[in-house]
């Protein structure tokens, strides 16, 4: 049984994904040295914010040891605009303000896979997944796949695929075992490392 996250939730969530994510190269291009776990909380706090917002925020229990946020397609990309509309940049201000400069290259990071993403969904809908995370004292204990089967079923009572992103070989692998298929490598510029585009066809 999976747990859908509340606005009071948010906060626990940012926890949970800054610890998921301590080690992600690309997450780390916004911190700065001494940067607290409560900077980081806030950080990861706005795409959960986003998609509460947008669609919604599946956690493993209220507990929230793992978190899982999708939006709709058309609200897959997390615009400059959407986020002020929420108040995010606020959320992370001090971070901001020395990533700032970091926020030009990610855009060029992620332009290969917003145009990866865009031709392969043309003209479909469907479920993005943004963000899956689970604290890594509870790896290996089924969180993370507890909160994509739930999504699985949404997709299916929708009848509508489920897409994402990953960099990691090991959650290809995690993601195939759940029913999902690799349509894409693509390289990531700047940090010159791989993505792999995925998606879950209904069946």
């Not at 800054?18 to 997450?27: L, N, P, Q, T």
């Not at 897959?76 to 020395?98: I, K, N, P, Q």
């Not at 070989?169 to 791989?194: A, C, K, Q, W």
Request: aromatic share 12%; charged share 25%.
């Amino acid at each position: 049984m999976v747990y859908q996250i509340q606005q009071k939730d948010i906060p626990q969530a940012g926890l949970t994904l800054s610890d998921a994510f301590h080690e992600d190269v690309i997450w780390k291009l916004f911190y700065k040295e001494g940067t607290t776990v409560e900077q980081k909380a806030s950080f990861f706090s706005m795409p959960a914010k986003y998609c509460l917002k947008y669609g919604g925020v599946i956690a493993s229990s209220p507990k929230v040891e793992g978190a899982g946020g999708w939006v709709p397609g058309e609200y897959a990309d997390m615009s400059f605009v959407r986020m002020l509309g929420l108040g995010m940049m606020s959320s992370g201000r001090t971070m901001f303000r020395h990533a700032t400069p970091l926020m030009r290259k990610q855009s060029q990071i992620f332009k290969p896979l917003h145009a990866a993403r865009k031709e392969a969904m043309k003209d479909r809908d469907f479920l993005y997944l943004m963000i899956l995370g689970v604290q890594r004292k509870f790896h290996g204990q089924g969180y993370g796949s507890s909160i994509v089967k739930a999504l699985i079923k949404k997709s299916e009572q929708e009848r509508l695929p489920i897409y994402l992103e990953t960099e990691t070989e090991s959650n290809v692998r995690f993601y195939e075992h759940l029913g999902f298929s690799v349509i894409t490598e693509v390289m990531m510029p700047v940090i010159d490392l791989p993505q792999w585009t995925m998606i879950r066809e209904i069946e």
